[in-house]
């Protein structure tokens, strides 16, 4: 089996900056498209970035200027770093991955806060 461990979620001040990972580990032959999600209390998970295998990203456009994904496959991990951090950006954020070409997989998300 394959599990995705995300780390580096926390509280931060309003325009300050956190660094997301996501580890994955077990079976893995190959990653494919990788992004992260997130959820609010009361709102629905939102599709925040994505990275190709080859490196090819897409933001959502709350996010654009701000954010930027990338990932070290020699590592099977995935990064988010996010600027200018906002409250509105307060959420559970999750990874996601498909592994050897057709399986999906989640982790179990890192919190954010973002408050004064």
Not at 77 to 91: G, I, K, R
Not at 106 to 115: F, I, R
């Amino acid at each position: 089996q394959v599990h995705l461990v995300e780390s580096g979620g926390g509280l931060v001040q309003p325009g300050g900056s956190l660094r997301l990972s996501c580890a994955a580990s077990g079976s893995i032959f190959s990653i494919n498209a990788m992004g992260w999600y997130r959820q609010a209390p009361g709102k629905q998970r939102e599709l925040v970035a994505t990275i190709t295998r080859g490196g090819t990203t897409n933001y959502e456009d709350s996010v654009k200027g701000r954010f930027t994904i990338s990932r070290n496959n020699a590592k099977n991990t995935v990064f988010l770093q996010m600027n200018s951090l906002e409250p509105e950006d307060t959420a559970v954020y999750y990874c996601n991955a498909y592994v050897n070409t057709y399986t999906n997989y989640w982790g179990q998300g890192t919190q954010v806060t973002v408050s004064s």
